[in-house]
């Protein structure tokens, strides 16, 4: 098993650009989530999915969009990139929301 | 929405001594609370978790409590090592059927000095 796969692990992007970032997981999980991080304020949920066809909004969603056509994956579309995206993003997955598996993160910086 | 207080942010032990991190949570609703590792340049790693109908869990050098009435529970490493300096994170999940999401705390960063 891969666990959480996350790619690509860095990224700098020019404001106003857009970019997918990928996340991928073997484990068979239904949930899967995406959060940000940033300085001294831990991590912050942006979407989630309980399934394949269903996703919904998390804390902090506005400028990121997202899908989940299959069980396995779950990308996370930044749509026109601001410098208040530079974040490290983690993608994680579990089977029903609790006891959830990290990936190993995407760093982006936007200038 | 839910509020995951953490304390402290920051903690410094000598090798050999227990180190404690503290969380409150404003759902009373949770029902499941795990405590996270993150190692620098990694993703978070589920280290330990406890469900509202137990009040304490052990794993060799850590252990969990929980206070469901003062709603909050803490991470307890005993015999801390240099490979268990990292930052710590604590998080909540309601029962409610509403969000089913993690609200997790702002973070600890321990130092275990050889």
């Known amino acids: 098993n891969a666990g959480v796969t996350q790619t690509p692990k860095f990224q700098v992007l020019k404001t106003g650009q857009s970019m997918t970032l990928q996340c991928a997981q073997d484990?068979?999980?239904?949930?899967m989530s995406w959060y940000r991080q940033d300085p001294g304020m831990g991590l912050r949920l942006i979407h989630y999915s309980v399934g394949a066809g269903i996703t919904d909004q998390g804390e902090v969603p506005n400028g990121y969009n997202v899908s989940r056509s299959t069980t396995e994956d779950f990308p996370l579309r930044l749509l026109s990139a601001a410098p208040s995206q530079t974040s490290v993003y983690f993608c994680?997955?579990?089977?029903?929301?609790?006891?959830?598996?990290f990936g190993p993160g995407t760093r982006l910086t936007v200038t | 929405g839910e509020n995951v207080e953490q304390h402290p942010s920051t903690l410094s032990v000598q090798e050999g001594d227990s180190a404690v991190i503290k969380c409150t949570y404003s759902d009373s609703a949770s029902n499941y609370f795990p405590w996270y590792k993150q190692e620098l340049g990694k993703g978070p790693q589920l280290i330990i978790d406890?469900?509202?109908?137990?009040g304490e869990k052990k794993d060799q050098r850590i252990a969990v409590t929980l206070n469901k009435t003062a709603k909050h529970f803490s991470l307890h490493i005993t015999e801390t090592q240099p490979e268990d300096s990292a930052v710590y994170f604590c998080?909540?999940?309601?029962?409610?059927?509403?969000?089913?999401?993690?609200?997790f705390g702002s973070g600890t960063r321990l130092q275990v000095q050889p």
């Open positions: 998080a909540d999940l309601p029962s409610d059927m509403g969000r089913r999401a993690l609200t």
């Open positions: 484990m068979n999980h239904e949930y």
């Open positions: 406890i469900r509202s109908n137990v």
């Open positions: 994680a997955s579990s089977y029903s929301s609790d006891e959830q598996y």
